[in-house]
């Protein structure tokens, strides 16, 4: 939901840059964007976005490795428009406004998250002994959790197909084709990773703690399963988003 209100945000608020190249050439009228919605319009969909974030924060982790990765994307989005657009950095200062708010909002809630619990237990002792404790796991705990309990999670097939993609996109990337829409599924997979790894300690005790690949596998298949069925005049990268 955070993802889909954050590119329909975009969407709306820098119409000349992610809409196709005929309508971004179309200088003077009023453009429209993927959902008919006139430009100008980005308001709720820029609240809305907040309040998805801000559920996903309170939910777990992860949502901060996600914020960064959007945080930059955007970031680049308004440099985009800046080189596209031919426009000085004060013509700039209302979208690098809106980022500041976003960010501040991400700060926000990740140091309040540890003065809150300073507040209520008096110290960060027990939190960063817990992190600690849970760091000590040996390789050959971490191995053969790994040799178990992801393959009972996800099976065989979806791991191999997920991460093929995963690999895949990454080579595309490095010739420059990689898609705009495909960092979605890249974000929640270097998340859910970063996430498992960080937290290896909870992984071995927890065996559902895999949930976090849950949306990149999920992309990420349904990209692939769409790929080998390829139908005319189709762009399977929308389908497969729509089919996760």
């Known amino acids: 939901l955070w993802g889909y209100c954050y590119l329909r945000f975009l969407r709306a608020r820098f119409p000349t840059v992610l809409a196709t190249d ?8 009023r453009l429209e964007t993927a959902d008919g919605a006139p430009e100008g319009r980005w308001g709720r969909w820029f609240g809305l976005m907040l309040l998805s974030f801000f ?3 309170m939910w777990d982790w992860p949502a901060y490795y996600c914020a960064l990765v959007f945080a930059l994307h955007w970031l680049a989005v308004i440099a985009r428009r800046r ?7 004060k ?8 980022l500041s708010v976003y960010s501040a909002l991400v700060l926000g809630l990740f140091v309040g998250h540890f003065l809150l619990v300073t507040i209520v237990v008096g110290s960060l002792s027990e939190l960063h002994g817990v992190f600690e404790a849970r760091q000590v796991v040996g390789r050959t705990m971490m191995v053969n959790h790994l040799k178990v309990v992801p393959l009972l999670m996800f099976t065989a097939p979806i791991l191999l197909v997920s991460f093929g993609w995963f690999f895949h996109r990454g080579w595309q990337a490095v010739r420059g084709r990689l898609a705009r829409r495909d960092l979605i599924a890249f974000t929640f997979g270097i998340a859910g990773v970063l996430h498992y790894y960080i937290f290896r ?10 949930w976090t690949l849950v949306p990149f596998t999920s992309i990420a298949c349904a990209y692939v399963l769409v790929l080998g069925r390829p139908t005319e005049g189709v762009d399977p990268g929308k389908v497969a988003l729509r089919a996760a």
């Open 91 to 98: 013509q700039l200062l209302p979208d690098l406004g809106l």
């Open 55 to 57: 559920w996903a924060a």
């Open 201 to 210: 300690g909870t992984a071995v005790i927890h065996e559902f703690w895999g």
């Open 83 to 89: 080189r596209v657009e031919r426009l000085s950095f």
């Open 22 to 29: 005929d309508v971004a050439s179309t200088r003077g009228h």
